[in-house]
């Protein structure tokens, strides 16, 4: 059912905890399946140089979580933008059609961690809210 790389991303994930001073922090989940995912990240001249995750889910949403961080670190927060679902999934190797839902919210807390740094910037409150995890 899952790729090899997905099962190596859930048994050893990388860059699991919280950065207690984050920059940005987005927190999503999909109240349908239970998972839920706070991407925490440290962003130095626009580029993110820390990226940590805790995720309550599945397999799928422990491995999304995973290969997000080590795919966004050290990226542009505009080039970490540009992570898709299907980003997240072809450099995992593919996933089941019914656990796609996890890559999309492994994408949305990078994005919701990204835009809550750039309101802190501005001097703005955080976004918050659960996601449905569906394609938007």
Not at 17 to 40: H, L
Not at 56 to 67: D, E, N, R, W, Y
Not at 120 to 129: A, E, I, M, N, V
């Amino acid at each position: 059912m899952y790729s090899p790389k997905v099962m190596q991303h859930f048994s050893n994930p990388q860059n699991v905890g919280e950065i207690s001073d984050a920059d940005g922090v987005g927190e999503v989940g999909n109240p349908v399946c239970g998972d839920m995912m706070t991407i925490y990240i440290k962003v130095k001249d626009n580029v993110i140089t820390d990226i940590k995750f805790k995720t309550f889910g599945c397999a799928a949403a422990i491995a999304t979580s995973s290969i997000i961080t080590t795919m966004a670190k050290g990226m542009t927060l505009d080039d970490a933008l540009k992570i898709s679902r299907n980003d997240v999934a072809r450099e995992l190797g593919g996933l089941p059609p019914q656990k796609m839902h996890c890559s999309n919210l492994a994408a949305d807390g990078l994005k919701l961690a990204i835009e809550n740094y750039r309101r802190k910037l501005q001097g703005l409150p955080p976004k918050s809210g659960v996601t449905s995890g569906e394609e938007r």
